[in-house]
């Protein structure tokens, strides 16, 4: 067995002179709260606060990171746990973290090592590194811990310092849970954010249910195009009265339109019917953004695109085995044309706070930062899911900050479920930009109380602000 | 207040080794005469003389890239200074440099800081930073020494140890500020360079105005393809007596294409008649740069291509504002497929001497290293205007040289109107590029005679030989 | 003359931590033997195991990297002892010698100056650098030492500690200098690989000639669909049995088809005939990768797919002087749809292992690894070609494992016909992967025990494992 100790100088530069630098700047921002403004927590943890159950059921099953890599290097999703759409789970929670945990060096050299490390070392105190030995030992002792109360997810909360965190839920949530927490007394800051995919994308599942769905909630009829923009703004300021200070738009292009109100009407009557083209698809996506974007000057939620991914992209596993499991692939995207259209309505309009997420990092130093450079209302999200990684974030800073500077960035999100880990995340986030400005300051690009400032901002400040926190 | 200081061994990377290395190239080429082969310099000033005026005037309203970052950060560009069209300015120019001192911030880890604290330091010697409270100071001296017989245009170009700097004139040009420098005994080398764009691209603005006009000045009937090309020869052989060495075409895509005479012919009418549709546009530009590349063969001037940007993308402000304020964005560019045309006539013929530069930083490796890595006429041209950065050069040098070389690129140029910073642009070109060899040297990738043989070459040696200067 | 002395600590970052472990970390891989998967020698060399003649046609002629840098330069192929079409060479070895050894500092910084550096100093123990000066005494030292019995073939080969190496064949090919090698008795282990391009792809040159000789051989009737496959199957089985363990697909693009029986037999029939159009050519590649990968999951031969080259992009070139002469660009490839139709088919298939190769290194983080880090076949094959260099290398390691993991990848391969140099480039892989793995070490974010298993898999393990070898 080996040892598992998390070095405090992990992620930071070798050279001595650039290490103490980053390590001088990290210690004045290690400890402070974490502000987490995109994520997909599932606010019942904190509604019902019931404690979670096993390592498997709480660590490996839902994580799609981990059953991509397993997956790839031959193992079925069923060994792992993963029910197959309808079935009962073939392999029991014990069973399947001991596969996990033999495969466990498959992740040298990824984020997702980083992550689980600092969760087993710090949240269980496990002091042996995982394996096909330890794996039993593991699997009791968080067991045994989760079953504590300190281990709640309320508890958890606590302690991992989080100041306020935002899960993500579609229009046609009731946003029960968030109103139970409310209703706690809890002090806890948990959040929503309004995700509309589900009603805006003509191929979504059950599109035409969820419109009907939609008008029952807001109390409009969605198949005319008025009443479905009212129940936008009517279910917009319900969320923003559960605390959501941002919505969220996860489409397959960065495209947006700006069509007259006469054009719009034959499209939304074109979407609503069955057999939609998609070339309608893709323009009715385009224009609910600018329309999105108006209704965000409107009633002031911050927007966030997120754009450019090829969603289950193996028919077979996506059959069987359903969303979220690691078959999410990104394509190439195009951001100035795609754009335009909505830059140039409101992209000059102060009140607007477009943030936009790229999984395409060619689009980092030409694309993205001069626009961000350029207009008011855009900002730039983190570097996003394959790229939330040491040398995914080192590329974004290099790539960006030369033409759109630190300040038309937003800090650092976590975008995650995985509630165990998101200390980690920001951990990562956190040193990975200490380093970046320790070599600023190393090659003489920056004072070292500049680069002071800016790991406060990076850390905390600028998520809070630009999500109006 | 924060002194302001200049570290000598800014931008050289932290590790001792590479860095005493570094040291000791850059001591070899620090001094060397500046060779600015491309740049938008005025002719005026260095024909008149004249003094500059105030910070504002000099520094901050001509310079698009702090006008973006600005403007990004919600600073409309009234209260900078810029003239709405036809109006009078609405912020005085000391409140102007107000405003920026107090964003100077926003600046941190981009070009513009290196090159404006060496501005502020070397030529107007302040010793505080820029911030709010030292605004009114710096725009006091610099006003002060600006007035002095020091400061003239004439007496900066010496103190920089400018050898030669190249302007930029369209062929609607009279030329009679170059005259006016010539005819003056100074010594003080200007010359200028073709830039056909306005009579090239019928989509830019008043093309059928420019071809009246650019017949009247050649002499020929511009409306007839056969005139039309002679005022070409005719203009560039007025340009190169006034000392132009070369051409440079700035097209939105790096096109080319090589019609038959019938085919040009036709082509020609149908983009001189209004209404000229965006494919004959595009195909009369493509079609030109293949007979530029001919006429260069002929004249001997160096043609260069900068494609690849999407100009003025922010409507409101072009309209209200005009060109040049930062809202130029840089778009996906293709360089294989679209100069193979001309390539593929003239791309082995030693007597064409083609520059290429790119704002898509995805073909270095993939495409452009490769193809001047093989084409005799085929030159690279250094990192480009948003790449004009330390992140930008180290990019270029560790994406291009392995398949390039350093051999088919061509040193520097700093491609601007600042001239203040002229210098300061040189030197992060030199620091960068005394870096990335002092890292070839401490890997034992290179032997130090040979990094200090092309830390010259980069400097100075390249451009003289690629510009024939 | 300047001495030449290979430093051992060349390629190892100049940080003297991570120096120190990148150099413990390549003590226990450099004398490893060398797996060589995928590569162009020529087979005769060690059927006939005659001796290599003199410097410039062993070492100049055949290579495509020194020929396009020195033309790029302006010396013409004559000039370098490259025969036009049909005619015997202008240039003697010895003069064409002189003029690459005059040009020598143009590879600076690239690969080939690496690679030939090694070849001098450790096969041909030379002390000088070259240059103008010293190319007579390269020449006569290689001519001397090319002639002793230690420089043949097969002893260079045992010498180079190579244990196995693949060479490229076509279908078309009768394998006859294997059957010589295998009739030996020696104990070298060279296989061949299957490389079906002239009869898979209609706009290869003498496509229908192919056909018919490739009937010839199979004994099948290679002009009815039915009998076109049967003669894969058939020559895949006849060099599986002269020891092939892989397939190799070039194809301009990444496409993939599926098409069903009848699509499939009407596109063959159209393939076959006269004047085949380029979108049923490239429909007919793309369904015949899926058809390869099929068979491949019959047969267990590993199947390679290197896309994206614009072959011959110089006409004038290729008129005279043929192909592989430096003019071949890569272009912007892309794999998310591309290859979908096999993925989806056969993705999943543990019996498939798919190596795919790239030239598009914004695939990398955006496409490859994403795809490599969910479908069991797929796997990623090493930087190639253009990337085959310390800084691609990097590049590669940096973009690719966090998201595909070093698992995902397939260790190293040459790639190349330049027999001489092999042990340089594998010196190189290794030197690049140990630095890149005590960068993670010196960063905490690998131990160092699991750097030195996965320095040995880099090496070794995994190109055994991936190639079935």
Not at 235 to 259: E, K, N, V
Not at 420 to 425: F, G, N, Y
Request: proline share 6%; with cysteine; net charge negative.
């Amino acid at each position: 067995m080996s040892p598992l100790k998390l070095h405090p100088d992990r992620l930071f530069p070798a050279d001595s002179t650039t290490r103490a630098i980053a390590r001088h700047l990290y210690a004045q921002v290690a400890h402070l709260p974490i502000v987490s403004p995109h994520g997909h927590t599932d606010p019942r943890w904190f509604a019902d606060n019931q404690a979670f159950t096993n390592a498997a059921d709480l660590l490996l099953i839902p994580d799609h990171y981990l059953l991509r890599m397993l997956y790839s290097q031959g193992i079925p999703m069923e060994k792992l746990g993963v029910r197959r759409r309808g079935e009962a789970a073939e392999t029991a929670p014990r069973e399947a973290w001991r596969i996990f945990a033999a495969h466990y060096h498959l992740f040298r050299g990824t984020p997702s090592r980083l992550w689980l490390d600092w969760v087993f070392a710090e949240v269980f105190s496990l002091a042996q590194r995982l394996d096909a030995n330890s794996a039993d030992a593991y699997y009791d002792a968080i067991a045994e811990q989760l079953a504590q109360e300190a281990f709640r997810p309320r508890a958890l909360f606590e302690r991992f310092n989080i100041e306020v965190i935002a899960t993500t839920e579609s229009p046609l949530d009731s946003l029960d849970h968030h109103r139970t927490i409310a209703a706690s007394g809890w002090s806890g800051r948990v959040i929503t954010a309004y995700r509309p995919d589900p009603v805006v994308d003509p191929e979504f599942e059950g599109f035409r249910d969820n419109l009907v769905r939609f008008g029952e909630l807001a109390g409009e009829d969605c198949f005319t195009y008025g009443g479905y923009l009212a129940a936008h703004r009517n279910r917009r300021a319900f969320f923003a009265r559960m605390g959501a200070t941002s919505t969220d738009h996860g489409h397959p292009t960065a495209a947006t339109a700006d069509l007259d109100d006469a054009q719009a009407r034959a499209l939304f009557a074109r979407v609503i019917a069955p057999d939609v083209s998609a070339a309608d698809a893709e323009l009715f996506r385009a224009h609910m953004l600018t329309v999105m974007a108006g209704m965000s000057i409107e009633d002031g939620l911050v927007m966030q695109i997120h754009p450019g991914c090829f969603r289950n992209h193996n028919p077979w596993l996506f059959k069987h085995f359903g969303r979220d499991k690691g078959a999410d692939i990104p394509v190439r995207t195009e951001y100035v044309h795609a754009l335009r259209p909505l830059l140039a309505k409101y992209g000059r309009d102060p009140r607007l706070s477009l943030i936009v997420f790229t999984l395409d990092e060619t689009t980092y130093s030409r694309e993205l930062a001069p626009l961000a450079g350029h207009y008011p209302a855009l900002k730039l999200g983190p570097a996003w899911w394959f790229h939330d990684s040491p040398e995914g974030m080192w590329r974004f800073r290099e790539n960006v900050t030369e033409t759109a500077g630190f300040y038309n960035t937003v800090g650092f999100n976590d975008d995650t479920r995985a509630f165990m880990s998101i200390p980690a995340r920001h951990d990562v986030a956190r040193r990975v930009d200490c380093a970046f400005l320790a070599r600023l300051v190393a090659e003489h690009r920056l004072e070292d109380w500049e680069a002071a400032e800016l790991a406060q901002d990076l850390a905390y400040n600028f998520a809070k602000a630009a999500y109006k926190l």
